[in-house]
């Protein structure tokens, strides 16, 4: 089993920045892949962003050049910088971790971005 703690949602202006953090623990094994998907009501499940053990990251078009996957390997820690939010990056954003076969989902931290 993987567990996975997010942190650093928020409410935020348009223009603004946040930084998201998901610390994964339990079952883990060196060679993996962690990311970022985020969600709003009726609409499915999306991939922001993932990063493998080894460094190599994939960016959704919507948030390239705005957005910045990156990871701590000693502290099993995905981050999630996100500049120049819009008023369209407002969702639940969600950690997940996957090796093995083996997909896990953390509980979700709210990003608003309003004025």
């Known amino acids: 089993q993987v567990q996975l703690v997010e942190s650093g949602g928020g409410l935020v202006q348009p223009g603004g920045s946040l930084r998201l953090s998901c610390a994964a623990s339990?079952?883990?094994?060196?060679?993996?892949?962690m990311g970022w998907y985020r969600q709003v009501p009726g609409k499915e499940r999306e991939l922001v962003a993932v990063?493998?053990?080894?460094?190599?990251?994939k960016h959704a078009d919507s948030v390239k050049g705005r957005f910045t996957i990156s990871r701590d390997n000693a502290k099993n820690t995905v981050y999630l910088q996100m500049n120049s939010l819009k008023p369209e990056d407002t969702a639940v954003y969600y950690c997940?971790?996957?090796?093995?076969?083996?997909?896990?989902w953390g509980k979700g931290t709210q990003v608003t971005v309003s004025s």
């Open positions: 997940n971790y996957y090796s093995r076969g083996m997909n896990y």
């Open positions: 339990g079952s883990i094994f060196s060679i993996n892949t």
């Open positions: 990063i493998t053990s080894g460094g190599s990251t």
